[in-house]
């Protein structure tokens, strides 16, 4: 599987671009990836998350560290990449965080940085031991 953005190769299983968050092809065809390149039109495709408080989160970090991006939000979101059957929607809520091509490597420095917080607090907040709730 490739990437059609920036081209890594992953292997079988995986249906998604680990740094671009956008959707893999089996083989790198060239009506495909202008597609991709005139949908976005100077914005990437960046993030794909389904936790609305991750999603605030980003983007207090971006508007804080300048990074200009959109969000596609909704739950008919995969309505915007394919033809999908109305009648399986809605979906899921899901948001797609889109960043300018130029604000790209400031973005991922942000959301790796907010990973990092995410796994201190999560391992903090495990300190008192496995209790388990009831
Ligand atoms: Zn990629």
Redesign the pocket.
Known sequence: MI?P????EFRPGFTV????G?ALVEELDEAAVAVIEEEAGGLEPFHETGSSDELAAILEAFEEHGVAYVVQAGTALSLLSSDVDPGSLPEEWQARLLVVGAHRARAREILRELRRQALDASAASRGGGDRTPL
Do not use: G
Not at 5 to 8: Q, S
């Open positions: 990437c953005r920036c081209h890594a671009c680990s740094d671009c956008i």
